[in-house]
């Protein structure tokens, strides 16, 4: 990589050594955590401020190797659902715990099955601690802490040793694709170095200086790669609350656009993602683009459903057919996008 350029300075003057007329510099952010770590530090802190929990949606950028980069599953710039978790030593359990609950939570609203994903304890490798920063005591102590709350919280984890960060063991959750590969996403790290190398403390029962210990979490991890992983577990056929668009209704003829607007109108007001395809296409041809896109619920409306006041449903999981009347059609979308699957 090259170093770090200038403010209006372009790469290829920085490569024939031209300097900038602005003299900051900028680089690229490749974590959230120190600067977490800098909004800890503007005030003391005492024993019943902990503990305390900073989360941010926030872009970083890692130089990945063009052989590396697939899709959306592993790009340079990715935004992250980034948190540290800043407690005391008699608050790390419970804090881990919370952490896991909110993970599990997430994947099975998401309709992911136990059996999608796997947990993984990351440690140290005992045989090349070099590669590693903090003492022994530390990472020991870290280690059993995390592990028991696997046990504990009754975790189908596998151990990997050597796949710990540098600073502290992390329990990583890693998703399958319907190729069978794993894409880790969810990760919860339990950092005792940090603290300790930017100075953070807090004033205990006793008056004295401690160190907290701090906890990284990050439950869709990149969220690119979680949508990339979406879309394939879902194989583009999504459940209707989290389909992008819930709805097509498709007039048979121009003469019945002005019903499918008030059906639109009414489904919008209920905040439903929805579209009227009026385009100058065949009518077969907007039905077969619809079930190509999978919408979940095409409506159709011609004559019989302008008088009727009422739409013909298609269901693209189903593929039942049938005619409902347009309040009763409304009812039901409000009844089934609250996030079942």
């Avoid at 008699?90 to 999608?116: C, H, N, P, T, W």
């Avoid at 020991?140 to 709350?149: D, G, M, N, W």
Wanted: charge should be negative; proline fraction near 4%; hydrophobic fraction near 35%.
């Amino acid at each position: 990589m090259y170093p770090p350029m200038e403010v209006g300075q372009s790469l290829l003057d920085q490569k024939e050594g031209k300097v900038a007329e602005e003299s900051e510099q900028y680089l690229m952010k490749p974590m959230n955590c120190p600067f977490h770590v800098e909004i800890y530090n503007t005030l003391p802190k005492s024993y019943r401020d902990l503990p305390i929990r900073r989360c941010e949606t926030g872009t970083v950028y890692r130089f990945e190797k063009k052989g590396q980069l697939s899709g959306l599953m592993r790009v340079r710039g990715f935004t992250q659902d980034d948190a540290h978790i800043i407690c005391r030593k008699d608050q790390v359990v419970d804090e881990l715990k919370r952490v896991v609950e909110f993970i599990l939570f997430m994947y099975e609203a998401f309709g992911f099955s136990k059996d999608a994903v796997k947990v993984y304890l990351s440690l140290r490798d005992p045989e090349n601690t070099k590669k590693y920063v903090g003492d022994d005591e530390g990472w020991e102590f870290t280690e059993k802490v995390l592990e028991h709350v696997a046990q504990d919280m009754k975790l189908d984890y596998t151990r990997e040793l050597g796949e710990a960060a540098f600073y502290g063991p992390k329990l990583d959750f890693k998703v399958k694709d319907v190729l069978g590969r794993e894409w880790q996403c969810s990760t919860l790290q339990f950092d005792f170095n940090f603290p300790g190398r930017f100075d953070m403390t807090f004033t205990n029962e006793k008056g004295e200086e401690e160190r907290p210990y701090m906890l990284h979490r990050a439950l869709f991890g990149s969220f690119e790669r979680f949508i990339g992983v979406l879309i394939e577990h879902y194989a583009g056929a999504f459940p209707l609350w989290l389909a992008p668009e819930q709805v097509r209704i498709i007039p048979v003829a121009d003469a019945f656009i002005g019903h499918a607007g008030k059906v639109e109108r009414e489904l919008k007001e209920k905040g439903l993602r929805v579209s009227i395809d009026d385009g100058h296409e065949s009518f077969g041809k907007k039905i077969r683009n619809a079930e190509i896109q999978k919408v979940p619920y095409i409506l159709i409306v011609g004559e019989k459903e302008e008088k009727a006041e009422s739409v013909s449903v298609r269901e693209f999981k189903t593929k039942e057919q049938y005619e409902m009347g347009v309040k009763e059609f409304v009812e039901k979308m409000e009844e089934i996008r609250g996030k079942k699957l």
